[in-house]
């Protein structure tokens, strides 16, 4: 596999989340740090060489860049045990991935990034009249992961896959968010699970 270097802001669930999968991989990954809250993603050179979009993380694969963490998450873990064999089994990890996309991070990791580094009192009008709904959408996000892993100790299968590397990311840190992990019995449980996997790495 060529040179890999994550383009990151270490505080960020989705840089996590490829540091994660390459960790319980055993791939070796060089690291690049970005401030976000200092604009350092868009400056003219990040924009130029790493990502128009002026977001990370981005996977560089040798010369070549990926970004969205999701995506690289898969380049990554292609032809592991991460991804299932099962054609269905794949498609249903890419379900909850989607998921997490779509349903958890907006609303989980947005109130953790609003809250716990913004500041709610540094939130713009239109921030402060989304909170409430944020945060009624995440308890549904959670509630919903609680009642799946009720009877059961991975997303999807019966071993850990890219579906709980995704959703473990900002899940773990959702309390700098407000919402309290000790009420899901069973995510907390599956939290622990993650936690104890050889290669394991925390979050910064």
């Given at each position: 596999m060529d040179n890999l270097i994550l383009h990151e802001d270490p505080r960020s669930g989705n840089c996590y989340k490829i540091r994660l999968t390459a960790a319980l991989l055993g791939l070796p990954i060089e690291r690049r740090a970005y401030d976000i809250l200092q604009g350092e993603t868009r400056t003219p050179e990040f924009l130029a060489n790493v990502n128009p979009n002026g977001r990370i993380p981005v996977l560089q694969i040798g010369k070549r860049f990926l970004p969205e963490s999701?995506?690289?998450?898969?380049?990554?873990?292609?032809?592991?045990?991460?991804?299932?064999?099962?054609?269905?089994?794949?498609?249903?990890?890419l379900r909850w991935m989607f998921f997490e996309q779509y349903s958890h991070e907006p609303n989980i990791a947005t109130l953790r990034f609003w809250l716990h580094f913004v500041g709610e009192a540094n939130l713009s009008r239109q921030q402060q009249s989304q909170v409430m709904a944020k945060r009624?959408?995440?308890?549904?996000?959670?509630?919903?992961?609680?009642?799946?892993?009720?009877g059961?100790?991975?997303?999807?299968?019966?071993?850990?896959?890219?579906?709980?590397?995704?959703?473990?990311?900002?899940?773990?840190?959702?309390?700098?968010?407000?919402?309290?992990?000790?009420?899901?019995?069973h995510v907390m449980a599956w939290l622990a699970r993650i936690a104890a996997l050889p290669g394991y790495v925390t979050m910064e």
């Open positions: 999701n995506a690289a998450c898969w380049y990554l873990a292609t032809d592991s045990a991460l991804i299932p064999t099962d054609r269905f089994e794949q498609a249903n990890v009624i959408a995440g308890e549904d996000a959670l509630a919903l992961m609680d009642a799946h892993l009720a059961r100790e991975w997303f999807v299968g019966d071993a850990p896959t890219l579906a709980d590397i995704a959703l473990y990311a900002y899940t773990h840190v959702a309390e700098a968010g407000g919402f309290r992990l000790a009420d899901r019995a």
